[in-house]
């Protein structure tokens, strides 16, 4: 079984910076496609960033292409998300997941994290 373990989650003011971290247990980490999703209050759960499994391929939801970067350490079993320049509207509850299609659609991840509280105030 696949476990999926978010941190790094916090509160910061906009334009500050925060990196958030999932490490994987369970599985053979290289051989997944992994993503970043996440979810505000009241809204459906939308995608951030996905990584191939070797990283070197990246797509990102436009709102955040230029300020965020995802990258993964497969010696690690983990996937980062480097969150630089964030606004409010960048609050939400962020979840990785693992999948093994490279996709934004949420329904296509396998295995999920519990999800970090990310909150910026202005």
């Known amino acids: 079984q696949v476990q999926l373990y978010e941190s790094g989650g916090g509160l910061v003011q906009a334009g500050e910076s925060l990196r958030l971290s999932c490490g994987a247990s369970?599985?053979?980490?290289?051989?997944?496609?992994m993503g970043w999703f996440r979810q505000g209050p009241g809204k459906e759960r939308e995608f951030v960033a996905t990584?191939?499994?070797?990283?070197?391929?990246?797509y990102y939801q436009e709102s955040v292409r230029g300020r965020f970067t995802i990258s993964r350490d497969n010696a690690k079993s983990t996937v980062y998300l480097q969150m630089n320049s964030l606004k409010p509207e960048d609050t939400a509850v962020y979840y990785c997941?693992?999948?093994?299609?490279?996709?934004?659609?949420?329904?296509?991840?396998?295995?999920w994290g519990q999800g970090a509280q990310v909150t910026v105030s202005s």
């Open positions: 997941g693992a999948g093994f299609t490279y996709t934004e659609n949420p329904s296509r991840y396998v295995y």
């Open positions: 369970g599985g053979t980490f290289s051989t997944f496609i």
């Open positions: 990584i191939g499994k070797s990283g070197d391929t990246a």
